[in-house]
């Protein structure tokens, strides 16, 4: 009998998509953590695709807990799901045994050593997916008949509003982000286009970093000399501070000034901003992708040597132990990017201890 799910509706790269923002969401999320993750094919008897799921594993040494996560599109588009909760846990199972990890205190000696084997699962399983093409409550129903307790994570709910802070100069390379950030669903607030003619500027400014959920601030030596990229900085944190420590402002990097050459009259504002991710807008992914495809490792090196600033940085100047848990967490979970960066050029197995 053919099996009961509808086709496959969405292209591989698109999938291929949705599965790198799955494991995206999970280090976000677990930013400690390694993730495990594999491909499952539900096909017809005829061997036709119907579906493609990811399994994926965060294993969250610093918790001692693996959070389990399935990514699928559409999720209940297809009739699915009663398949996807009777298989589930078998996938992840399977996919925790594939691996066994074994993490030290050396980093941190105030916590024993852990292994994937003393890890427990966290009770619910999330389920990420670009869209729920079915009613929440029929999803819990079906999970819950097979005794599985799940989060739902929509992509399509998850998109927040933004708003860009630059320079003048940088007008160029803000509309390029602004655009990608709403081709991808996510409302931005971008000056060329949202301000109303005649409104006074510093009150634009004021309501925009305090209505928008995230205030997105391109650094270079034009924007973080200009008096009023500095006071919206002033004003995002001070938001900040009020709301608990929440995370409102996204640095991004277009030069190197932010890291070598800033020094506000405020000597606390560079730090806060230095101690934070800073997104450096300085290798195409997708050049670099096809330099690894085509064997192009000259043209690889040449666009790593791009980074090179911003890691000597990371490596010279950031104290990764911060004593702040949420920094540390932060900074290890950079260590362990650039690791998986490097690791497509370089063969980390054949480095030779020193005595």
């Given at each position: ?12 790269i698109d ?16 930013p ?35 959070q ?25 199972d ?7 990890v ?35 409550d ?20 998850m ?42 500027l ?43 420590g ?51 490792y ?53 480095i030779?201890?020193?005595n």
């Open positions: 009998m053919p099996h009961p799910l509808a086709p496959l509706g969405m292209s591989t999938m291929a998509e949705l599965h790198k923002n799955g494991i995206a969401f999970l280090q976000r999320r677990f400690a953590a390694l993730v495990l993750n594999n491909e499952i094919t539900l096909s017809e008897e005829n061997g036709n695709i119907v579906a493609r799921v990811w399994p994926m594993i965060a294993q969250d040494s610093l918790s001692g807990v693996m389990r996560a399935l990514a699928i599109e559409d999720l209940g588009a297809r009739g699915e799901l009663p398949t996807i909760a009777k298989l589930m846990p078998k996938w992840l399977e996919l925790k045994g594939a691996v066994y074994k993490v030290g205190n050396v980093l941190d000696p105030t916590s024993h050593e852990i292994d994937t084997n003393q890890m427990t699962y966290a009770p619910r399983t999330i389920l990420y997916t670009n869209k729920l093409s079915v009613p929440a029929l999803v819990f129903e079906l999970f819950s008949k097979e005794n599985l307790l799940i989060e739902i994570v929509d992509e399509s709910k998109h927040k509003t933004v708003f860009i802070s630059f320079g003048g100069p940088d007008e160029g390379a803000a509309r390029i982000i602004n655009d990608a950030l709403k081709s991808k669903g996510v409302k931005t607030w971008f000056f060329p286009d949202d301000a109303e003619p005649g409104a006074k510093h009150r634009v400014m004021h309501d925009g970093v305090n209505e928008y959920d995230r205030v997105l601030l391109l650094c270079s030596k034009d924007a973080l000399s200009r008096p009023g990229v500095l006071n919206e900085i002033e004003r995002v944190l001070e938001r900040e501070a009020k709301e608990g929440t995370d409102i402002l996204i640095p991004v990097a277009l030069d190197d000034f932010v890291y070598s050459d800033w020094a506000p009259n405020r000597a606390d504002i560079s730090s806060q901003i230095r101690s934070r991710v800073i997104a450096k807008i300085l290798i195409d992914s997708k050049e670099f992708d096809q330099t690894i495809e085509t064997h192009d000259d043209k690889a090196y040449s666009l790593i040597t791009k980074i090179q600033p911003a890691l000597d940085t990371l490596f010279n100047e950031v104290r990764i132990l911060a004593d702040n848990p949420r920094l540390k967490h932060n900074r290890i979970a950079i260590l362990q990017r650039v690791f998986s960066f490097f690791d497509r050029l370089l063969d980390f197995s054949k030779q201890a020193v």
